[in-house]
């Protein structure tokens, strides 16, 4: 990755985080809603609930969601692969199995493979390598346990790069399976 | 812009139609003897506020054919009642003359009218006239362009048809548009957030099939053009893309990924009757009908890279049809089904070939090095693509002989995946 694409990157991640900012706006800012029947209580709350109620939460057991927790291996979620090769490689392995044990441990969770490619060449024929990418994929997750009916394999094929250089870093960033749970 | 100068130098002849509708639009005309039939084309008289330059995009036309060399007929526009000396444009070199008129009517329509001359026999070939509204005065210019083109060449003229395509306009904006063959009066069909691509007419022009990924994941739609109706043609599990219409409209070829890899399935048009074609351990794509509907052409990699195979409809007589080069993709063939046009890599330049199937002679058409997506012209003698200049798509047409090589002046923003439309009548 070039200094001047992590830049990019760095300035999209803060937009982002701009942007997330601004979607939670802190009630306080919002005008008073006019106070029309006290007994329908605070938004969230079943009407009769007991507004007095705590629900306790331990964090000591649960801890954070595994799949947001930037320590966790599951937070990451890309698959490169090599020119023309559908080859899970080996440094790609660990990701893979840490998603695979998931999982095989959370049945009811659902997980899209989303396969990308290069611009080079037809725009077909690169959604079917992207489909391919996202396939080499899904077989070893399947062979650590994962269910068929948990994982869907997409490809957007040339269509959403993530890099849109016309040089190998930029296409080597496109040849990819993001794996995005939903 | 080394290759701008290379291939300045390696033209025989840049014709610059330096006019306002065709500002733009430049017709590269390579390679010796080109027989191109002399023709003037006459400014029209106007009679009262014209909305459109209808000679021009009448000369325009022709011209982009390839199969015409424009003769100056002069600044004076010459009426469709005008008496004029046959004798003096043979003189100028000119072995047919257009001449015309555009009058505005007292109920706001457009009376649109020309005469066809033969000046070396000196007679009239063909006289019409059209009332219409502002809105088809363009088309009926490219009406007269299509009689003109018949009448002097024997062969059916295809100006008056039309192009489909996918524009991105920004990161998160496309549009699927149709406009007239020229490139000019681009409307959406569809715009969306998310891309679109693979658009494919009906053989009688009225409906598109084509993919979007509105949904975040491929998905395989028919669009009525004239009433925007639409629906989810398949959407199955997996991606669903490359729609191929058979010829009667009855059904469509469609490739699914719900049993693997990306894998060739008929399906009607109303979404009814999945049966599935091709079986192989890899990629088949790119599904094509031969235009007498006996045939499915279409890319596989089962012989290790992409090359182009033909079947019959039930998928059953797998025949491999290219065999040059180790890339061959984006099949279609002509109307009449002697040539397959697609896209072939050679020393890392992608480019539109065609293969005679008669003959097995393969012609590369371009000098481009990221050509997608031809198309046949109806009357098979054009193709459409869609190529890059400056890193920005643009549209692109070629004689099947690659010798007239057009680009597009019309639509903005990066397009691709071109297709030209039907006849209609």
Redesign the interface.
């Known amino acids: 990755m070039t200094p001047n694409r992590l830049i990019r990157l760095a300035t999209c991640a803060a937009a982002a985080l701009l942007l997330a900012a601004c979607a939670s706006t802190p009630l306080e800012e919002q005008p008073a809603a006019p106070v029309t029947d006290a007994s329908a209580g605070a938004p969230g709350t079943k009407p009769g609930a007991d507004s007095r109620a705590v629900a306790s939460v331990d964090a000591t057991t649960k801890g954070l969601d595994p799949l947001t927790d930037p320590a966790s291996p599951l937070s990451k979620r890309s698959v490169y692969f090599d020119f023309d090769s559908f080859v899970v490689k080996t440094e790609f392995q660990g990701l893979v199995e840490a998603h695979g044990k998931f999982l095989v441990g959370n049945p009811g969770r659902r997980l899209?493979i989303e396969g990308n490619a290069d611009e080079?060449?037809?725009?077909?024929?690169n959604?079917?390598?992207g489909?391919?990418r996202a396939?080499a994929v899904k077989s070893r997750l399947r062979l650590l346990g994962a269910a068929e009916a948990q994982i869907?394999?997409?490809?957007?094929?040339e269509?959403?790069p993530v890099a849109t250089g016309?040089d190998e870093a930029s296409w080597a960033q496109n040849r990819r399976a993001d794996l995005n749970y939903r | 812009m080394h290759r701008l100068l290379a291939h300045a130098f390696a033209l025989l002849a840049v014709l610059l139609v330096a006019s306002p509708a065709t500002a733009q639009l430049r017709v590269e005309i390579t390679g010796v003897g080109s027989n191109q039939f002399p023709v003037s084309v006459a400014n029209f008289r106007r009679d009262g506020e014209i909305p459109q330059p209808v000679d021009e995009i009448i000369r325009a036309d022709l011209q982009r054919s390839g199969r015409f060399r424009m003769v100056d007929a002069g600044p004076t526009p010459l009426a469709d009642t005008a008496a004029v000396s046959l004798s003096e444009f043979k003189g100028r070199g000119a072995d047919a003359l257009v001449v015309g008129s555009a009058s505005r009517l007292a109920d706001g329509r457009y009376d649109l009218r020309f005469r066809l001359y033969d000046t070396v026999k000196q007679t009239q070939l063909d006289a019409l006239s059209y009332v219409s509204t502002a809105a088809e005065l363009r088309l009926n210019a490219h009406r007269i362009a299509d009689r003109i083109f018949e009448k002097l060449t024997g062969e059916r003229g295809v100006f008056a048809t039309r192009i489909a395509y996918v524009v991105q306009l920004a990161k998160d904006s496309f549009e699927l548009q149709i406009a007239d063959s020229d490139g000019a009066s681009a409307q959406p069909a569809l715009r969306s957030r998310e891309p679109i691509m693979s658009p494919a007419w009906s053989a009688d022009g009225t409906r598109l099939a084509y993919v979007s990924f509105e949904s975040r994941k491929p998905v395989v739609y028919v669009h009525t053009v004239t009433t925007g109706e639409r629906r989810a043609l398949a959407n199955f599990r997996g991606s669903n893309s490359a729609p191929a219409w058979a010829p009667d409209g009855r059904s469509l070829a469609v490739v699914l990924t719900r049993d693997g890899l990306s894998q060739i399935y008929s399906i009607n048009a109303d979404g009814s009757n999945v049966q599935r074609l091709t079986r192989s351990a890899g990629i088949d794509t790119e599904p094509v009908f031969s235009p007498d509907g006996r045939f499915i052409y279409f890319t596989s990699d089962r012989g290790g890279g992409p090359q182009i195979y033909r079947m019959n409809t039930d998928g059953s007589g797998v025949a491999r049809v290219t065999f040059s080069g180790d890339y061959n993709v984006s099949p279609r063939v002509s109307p009449d089904g002697r040539l397959l046009a697609y896209v072939g890599r050679r020393g890392g330049r992608f480019q539109v070939h065609t293969l005679d199937l008669v003959t097995n002679q393969e012609l590369a058409l371009t000098e481009t090095a990221l050509d997608e997506s031809p198309s046949f012209a109806p009357n098979g003698r054009m193709l459409l693509y869609a190529t890059e200049v400056g890193r920005r798509g643009i549209l692109a047409s070629v004689s099947v002989d690659g010798r007239v090589r057009v680009r597009l002046s019309g639509p903005s923003g990066d397009v691709r995946e071109p297709t030209w439309g039907p006849f209609i009548k």
């Open positions: 899209v080079r060449g037809s725009r077909e024929y959604l079917a390598l489909q391919k396939e869907e394999t997409v490809s957007f094929g269509e959403k016309s």
